[in-house]
């Protein structure tokens, strides 16, 4: 079940993320969000996947064996299950991220959560009316089937961690 708004899961060490970001050969200009139709949201948003809908770009068996830990996070509060997509974001003082509701594949299904690797005290997230400030290193899911945008203020570029987390459904004996 998707929270209201947001729901802050735990804070993990960002340090490997920024490490694997300098020392991994990461295209920024692939046309990631042009390929979900995103562009009349995503003003100058660089993103850059490593997995989307289950596919996996070259550089996902490098991220899957730096975060056990999210992993560990992501199953103690959701239970078992697997990446649906991951990719990280990236966006600067001329960034926008409109208003919009994530509808495509199987959002409904997943939880959308974040982690901030680099921001500052100016990026704002905005989910239906309420405003929320992300921190460094705190993960956090996002209601994306409401409304929400993030402002960017500040010359300090932000890059964020994505991840669609889709548990696993158990069947009980009936």
């Known amino acids: 079940m998707k929270p209201d708004y947001i729901k802050i899961l ?3 060490n960002v340090k490997p993320y920024l490490k ?3 020392t991994q050969p990461i295209n920024w200009n692939h046309g990631f969000n042009h390929w979900h139709d995103r562009d009349q949201f995503f003003i100058n948003v660089q993103a850059f996947p490593l997995l989307n809908d289950y596919k996996a770009f070259p550089l996902y068996d490098e991220f899957y064996k730096i975060s056990s830990k999210i992993r560990m996070i992501l199953k103690k509060h959701y239970g078992p299950g697997k990446f649906y997509k991951v990719h990280f974001s990236r966006m600067t003082n001329e960034s926008e991220c409109k208003k919009h509701i994530d509808l495509e594949g199987e959002f409904f299904k997943t939880h959308r959560v974040h ?3 680099k921001t ?3 990026v704002i997230f905005e989910i239906g009316d309420k405003q929320f400030i992300a921190k ?4 956090f899911e996002v209601n994306n089937s409401k409304p929400h945008m993030v402002k960017v203020g500040g010359k300090q570029e932000r890059l964020t961690l994505i991840m669609d987390y889709k548990p696993s459904i158990r069947y009980g004996n009936v």
């Not at 460094?136 to 993960?139: T, Y």
Request: net charge positive; aromatic share 6%; no cysteine.
């Open 10 to 12: 735990e804070t993990i």
């Open 20 to 22: 694997f970001l300098k």
């Open 115 to 117: 982690i901030p690797l």
């Open 120 to 122: 500052n005290n100016k």
């Open 136 to 139: 460094v290193g705190r993960m």
